[in-house]
């Protein structure tokens, strides 16, 4: 009897040329059938957002040689849902890996980032889903030396699944750092980022403000990515789509008291 | 001595036209000094995108009288960020308040809702805040009977602070359900969208899909948000943005043992 032959979802927020994708669309194709849906254009800090005003469109594209690629003109988690309903006619999906991208998505990164909310979106499809980051936002970011990790990464899930969790967030240390120490399963850094709005004028002499800023840490304490990261580890952290604050809840009881009509 | 007004960021995903906004307008009005800043255009299951790679545009408006208002060509969270770092200069926003939605944001429609994308991007920023909806779309949705509820819940908070939680996802059920039972803390009920890609062919010839899809509750027990709103309850969950599943990182150990280098 032939094995098993797992079905991979690759996808991205950066599109078919960053080189990120390529090299997950190598590492998985020795391991199972591919299939590539990413965006036609930069989907960078789309968060999940999702194209429910327009149409979408779906090329097929020769990016891979043989592997199935298309490009998808929305979001990152229309790139997931059209993959599923459309081109997959809702086959079972035995993993979803998003990424490599370029640049960190550890701490609160995750709620803005593209790569991260198309692997949540196959999470909640009940898809176990891995994103993977490194802390390098070059086009020239070396992945050579992580690619071996990642490998065994996707092989150990692959062959385990994920059990409780269904959403892995990784992120990978800039090579700078040196050689990877290992990997360690962490919890979400809690940070923010410490916005400027350049301002400017326009050539019609019309106002703008355009976005930058710096990440700042504000918990870099043990058991976090951001300080497994510094260490030179790669930081796993299991993540969720069930936003609830439940330690919060008992607090709140007296709220429930509150009624205007009496 | 004056005592304190309140300084409150009205915001939503819908722009000024919607009349959920206007209601919120209305009620905070009241209570201390308002900025609303809501995108021109709609913005709904925007998610938590954030806009890098355009200028942003903030127009004053006359939409709600003497209230300070703008319009911004960005996202919910943009808008957030405009509000907190170019029109306050970042004094201290007491509270956040984002809506009144048209429809519901209740279970993981959280993840998709510009409406709650704002909310908790004021949340990260350590205010206090509070997403609304109404489990109505109709543009003549009737706010009426919820009025007092949220005038009272915005009152509660800010006489009391949220406490250890900085956002709520507030949803009221659907004026049809008859009179509003009361409230209940709830948590984040599981559930999905059954989507379905409309296929069609534009002028061109070209092929598109256009999404659209229902949404099934997988969990409807006792102290969901779903079952809430079934009942007649307005449904508040306390959310987070610390996306860990601290719960699953015991189970994950064993992958810190991977290691391709030995």
């Known amino acids: 009897m032939r094995p098993h032959r797992p079905l991979i ?12 994708i390529k090299r997950l669309v190598e590492i998985t194709s020795e391991m199972g059938e591919v299939i590539v849906v990413a965006p036609n254009s930069p989907q960078s800090a789309k968060g999940h957002a999702v194209t429910l005003a327009d149409p979408i469109r779906l090329n097929r594209v020769k990016a891979f040689g043989d592997i199935e690629a298309y490009e998808c003109s929305g979001t990152p988690v229309d790139c997931v849902k ?29 709620i803005y980032s593209g790569t991260m909310s198309a692997a949540m979106e196959a999470s909640i499809e009940g898809i176990d889903s891995i ?8 086009i020239e970011a070396n992945f050579d030396p992580c690619t071996p ?21 990784i992120n990978i240390p800039h090579p700078s750092l040196g050689p990877i120490q290992g990997m360690k399963i962490c919890r979400q850094s809690e940070g923010r980022w410490e916005e400027e709005f350049v301002e400017g004028e326009d050539p019609r002499g019309q106002k ?9 840490s504000r918990d870099t304490g043990p058991g976090t990515d951001i300080s497994a990261l510094r260490e030179g580890y790669i930081s796993i952290v299991p993540s969720s789509h ?16 509150v009624n205007p009509t009496t």
Request: hydrophobic residues 40%; charged residues 20%; proline residues 2%.
């Open 9 to 20: 979802l690759v996808t991205n927020d950066d599109g078919m040329f960053a080189p990120g």
């Open 82 to 110: 059209l993959a599923k309903n459309i081109l997959l006619k809702r086959r079972k999906i035995d993993l979803c890996v998003s990424g490599i991208n370029h640049g960190s998505n550890a701490s609160i990164n995750i």
């Open 131 to 138: 994103g993977f980051s490194l802390e390098d936002y070059s």
């Open 149 to 169: 990790w990642v490998k065994r990464i996707i092989e150990h899930v692959l062959a385990h699944g994920l059990g409780e969790t269904k959403l892995l967030n």
């Open 208 to 216: 703008f403000y355009w976005l930058t800023g710096n990440f700042a």
């Open 242 to 257: 069930d936003l609830t604050h439940h330690r919060a809840i008992p607090g709140l009881k007296s709220l429930e008291e």
